[in-house]
């Protein structure tokens, strides 16, 4: 048992977040005197400018989980204390005794070994945090851009939390999490029922809003416009999504869900899809069909190719055009296109036209029988 402890304690020390040494106020640009509330807001403007979904720069995801580890230090009193004083070698060697989660959020170690059946302090494992429902939106696309691929900007609008929140919570042990509270109820002389309650105002296990705070005047949340960046790439299939995660709506006690754009795809006028492959019909007059012909395309991102035809062409005859479809997924070429011909007939025939036909065709006039 001891050695297997020894062996989570080094494992742990090797993913902790390691950072070279820095200024974490410098890095979200506040000062050694900012507030919590100007902390925050540092926060969410650093992490918007290099969250991974918007900044394709190099660096920027290691730049943005630099600025996650310097945002949980500084809005933690205890680690913020540490930092302040010992700088940022005297926070690991605090963290490395067992008193920081190193990135591992307020569980600390405990989480950790929780997941290896390890109990420490009788606590046993955490209950896992809520989170808000996902939200789905469908994003209508057309053809051409699923065959190019695209980039796409959009806005969207959420709630998010108060900042000061945290500050709008006090403590009460009849809350066992986001909108539910648990009381005790005597029902006889020796005998205690638990009632399950629904109460809006329980934000968490042991914590519930405080009505009217000052803190949060207009609420727990407030709205919050971001852009997003959907890279929409070649081939994807309509029922596809381009997810965000942790994007949707937050709320007190509950990790925020995850936004979901659902591809729609519309219709062409010319091309039909099913999977990697197009179809297109091609009406052709009867002449051609006859004797052959040759036809020249547009594709969807404009390029052109001619399919040739020399034999006779039966009405709903299906041609296969190799490697004229849409993209297939991860650059595994392309499918194909099925281009359907429909015979279009004359309506009428002139009696000489018809002696004609029949010459070439070789055939006789026909006679009455009896």
């Not at 720069?57 to 680690?79: H, M, N, P, Q, W």
């Not at 309509?238 to 949707?248: I, K, N, Q, Y």
């Not at 001619?306 to 039966?314: A, G, L, N, Q, S």
């Not at 429909?342 to 070789?362: N, S, W």
Request: hydrophobic share 30%.
């Amino acid at each position: 048992m001891l050695g297997l402890v020894a062996t989570l304690l080094t494992l742990l020390q090797l993913i902790t977040p390691t950072l070279s040494a820095q200024d974490f106020y410098k890095l979200l640009g506040v000062s050694r005197s900012a507030t919590l509330k100007e902390i925050k807001k540092a926060y969410r403007s650093k992490s918007l400018e290099y969250h991974p979904d918007k900044n394709k720069e190099e660096g920027a995801a290691e730049k943005f989980a630099e600025i996650a580890y310097a945002y949980e230090v500084l809005t933690d009193e205890t680690k913020k204390d540490i930092y302040d004083k010992h700088g940022e070698e005297g926070l690991k060697q605090h963290e490395q005794r067992g008193g920081g989660g190193g990135g591992f959020g307020h569980g600390g170690f405990e989480d950790i070994f929780s997941h290896f059946g390890f109990n420490f302090g009788g606590q046993g494992r955490r209950q896992r945090e809520q989170t808000t429902p996902n939200v789905d939106i469908p994003l209508r696309v057309t053809l051409q851009q699923l065959y190019l691929g695209d980039v796409i900007e959009v806005e969207y609008i959420r709630q998010t939390l108060c900042v000061n929140w945290q500050e709008c919570m006090k403590a009460n042990q009849e809350c066992q999490g986001p909108g539910v509270k648990v009381r005790m109820q005597q029902i006889a002389p020796g005998f205690v029922q638990q009632v399950q309650q629904r109460d809006e105002r329980c934000v968490a296990p042991g914590k519930m809003w405080k009505q009217n705070c000052k803190e949060c005047p207009k609420g727990q949340t407030q709205s919050e416009k971001i852009d997003l960046t959907i890279d929409l790439q070649k081939g994807m299939h309509p029922g596809e999504t381009v997810t965000f995660e942790g994007v949707a709506d937050e709320k007190p006690g509950m990790n925020a869900g995850d936004l979901n754009f659902v591809i729609v795809q519309m219709g062409h006028e010319y091309y039909h899809r099913d999977g990697d492959h197009l179809y297109v019909t091609m009406e052709i007059p009867l002449v051609d069909a006859l004797t052959g012909f040759s036809h020249e395309f547009t594709h969807l991102d404009g390029h052109k190719f001619k399919i040739d035809v020399k034999d006779v062409t039966e009405c709903d005859h299906v041609m296969r055009v190799s490697g004229k479809g849409m993209p297939r997924r991860g650059g595994r070429g392309f499918g194909d296109l099925y281009v359907t011909f429909d015979v279009d007939f004359p309506d009428t025939l002139t009696d000489a036209q018809k002696v004609e036909i029949r010459k070439i065709l070789g055939g006789s006039p026909k006679k009455d029988e009896l």
